[in-house]
């Protein structure tokens, strides 16, 4: 154990997506850096300058500042703390069997970091964790010496550097009020929000806003299928809501709902969390099912549009990652969808620019290839599931023109239907009017939508 803590320097345990992202961006801003990471290929990685985990940007970030010395990665806790005035833990909380946070990777780090830490260091807890959590470990550590604030990320997959660089808001919880002031010090510039608060305010504040956006995506979705029924147009309506300033338009994009890493792990972790304090937090439990309803209406469209069946049928599958600007599939609707799709019968071969390698081994049944026309060629129909600038771009005339059936079940709304449409093919999307011949088709399997508005019974 040193004995001085200096905020210059910043232990970082785990460089997984949170901190590896973080690190970089506190080495960019002229800290000095250590990461602690067990996995010894992560590890070298890093130590080489090279991201382990695709992240637009990174790359290029970490090779600078890994060559000037500011960030160095570290197997033990003895190298990684000696002299750090902040240890920020950021591992992983996955969800347990019943949908609470794990915390087991958070309790070891905050052990390792209590046996090494310098007295006056404070101990940030960055990983996603329960109300009352950092409250608990603060409670159950052995140095009064050491003080524990609870420090949530914002940061988005594909635009983290972006986030880390012009961060909404920096918010620090704890009961030590000049802890969070060292601890909210370290990220913003003079103009950025800083939020102080409590840790199980600031815990909150992360579940929270996860949970909303996911809420906020399930409820654009209800309203699509609402739009299906009345012949409404999903997009008009979003538009339309989304100019109120105090809705917005953003997360209210209709279409397959939310995967990753994050939103399925913490809406869960809410409503279990809810649970165990005696609350139903029902709002999260609707959210979770029209989610997951929202996947099963996808291929619906494709079952649907195919005359009923899927046996012996090609589907192309475009785009395997949960969202665009990552090769991330953990919760992607991809995987679900393809899986059933194969299920009910169908060959599927499947493209994604950045995660076929990620794809291969989740997928065994799936034919992947890179080129997007490769995929489409022979294929009964096509079902876009991510929104990649690619797939937007493609050459529809060219692409139906290589395939053998005419079906394109559009996921997230995202392509040009009259374009395909007049290139001969039938447009499907999600919470509007299908476009091209034939496209008289019901909406929704086992729904009564045929695009007109139904009278309301009286009486
Ligand atoms: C999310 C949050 O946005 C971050 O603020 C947070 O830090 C992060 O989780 C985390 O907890 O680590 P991320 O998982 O990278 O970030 O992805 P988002 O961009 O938020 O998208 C989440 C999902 O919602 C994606 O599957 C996306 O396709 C879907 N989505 C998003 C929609 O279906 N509709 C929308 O309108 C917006």
Not at 1 to 29: F, K, N, P, Q, R
Request: hydrophobic share 45%; charged share 20%; net charge negative.
């Amino acid at each position: 154990m040193t004995s001085h803590a200096d905020d210059h320097i910043i232990c970082i345990i785990g460089a997984g997506y949170v901190g590896l992202v973080t690190a970089a961006g506190l080495a960019e801003a002229g800290r000095e850096v250590r990461v602690v990471e067990v996995d010894a290929h992560r590890r070298a990685a890093v130590v080489a300058g090279i991201s382990p985990i695709f992240e637009p940007g990174l790359d290029e970030l970490l090779g600078a500042v890994v060559a000037s010395g500011r960030l160095r990665a570290v197997e033990t806790m003895k190298e990684g703390a000696a002299g750090a005035g902040i240890v920020i833990v950021a591992v992983g909380t996955p969800p347990t069997h019943d949908g609470e946070a794990d915390l087991s990777q958070v309790r070891h780090a905050v052990d390792q970091a209590l046996a090494e830490v310098a007295p006056g260091a404070i101990i940030a807890i960055k990983s996603t964790v329960p109300p009352g959590t950092t409250r608990a470990l603060a409670r159950d550590s052995r140095r009064n010496d050491v003080t524990f604030v609870m420090f949530p990320e914002f940061l988005r997959e594909g635009s983290a550097l972006e986030d880390l660089r012009h961060p909404s808001r920096v918010v620090v919880g704890g009961e030590d009020i000049a802890a969070v002031q060292r601890v909210a010090a370290l990220m913003g510039g003079s103009g950025t929000t800083r939020l102080l608060c409590d840790s199980v305010s600031a815990e909150l504040v992360k579940y929270g806003s996860n949970a909303f956006l996911a809420t906020k995506i399930s409820f654009i979705n209800e309203m699509a299928q609402l739009c299906e029924l009345t012949g409404a147009d999903i997009e008009k309506v979003a538009d339309g809501m989304g100019l109120d300033p105090r809705i917005g338009r953003s997360f209210l994009s209709a279409g397959l709902g939310w995967g990753g890493s994050c939103f399925p792990k913490d809406v869960r972790a809410l409503e279990t969390s809810a649970g165990y304090h005696g609350q139903s937090f029902w709002l999260l439990k609707a959210a979770i099912e029209v989610n997951s309803q929202q996947r099963r209406r996808f291929t619906a469209k494709l079952v649907q549009g195919l005359g009923g069946s899927l046996e012996g049928r090609r589907v192309a599958i475009l785009g395997l990652a949960f969202k665009p600007f990552t090769d991330d599939m953990r919760q992607a609707p991809a995987a679900e969808v393809i899986r059933q799709l194969e299920d009910f019968g169908a060959e599927i071969i499947a493209t994604d620019p950045a995660a076929i390698h990620v794809a291969r081994p989740l997928l065994p049944r799936t034919t992947l290839v890179a080129d997007p026309y490769e995929a489409v060629t022979g294929a009964d129909a096509v079902g876009l599931v991510t929104e990649w600038p690619e797939y937007r771009e493609l050459d529809w005339g060219r692409a139906l023109g290589l395939m053998k059936g005419r079906l394109v079940v559009d996921g997230r709304n995202c392509l040009d239907g009259e374009a395909i449409a007049g290139h001969g093919g039938v447009y499907v999307s999600m919470g509007r009017r299908p476009r091209g011949p034939g496209s008289a088709l019901p909406l929704a399997v086992g729904e009564a939508g045929s695009g007109a508005v139904r009278p309301v019974p009286l009486g």
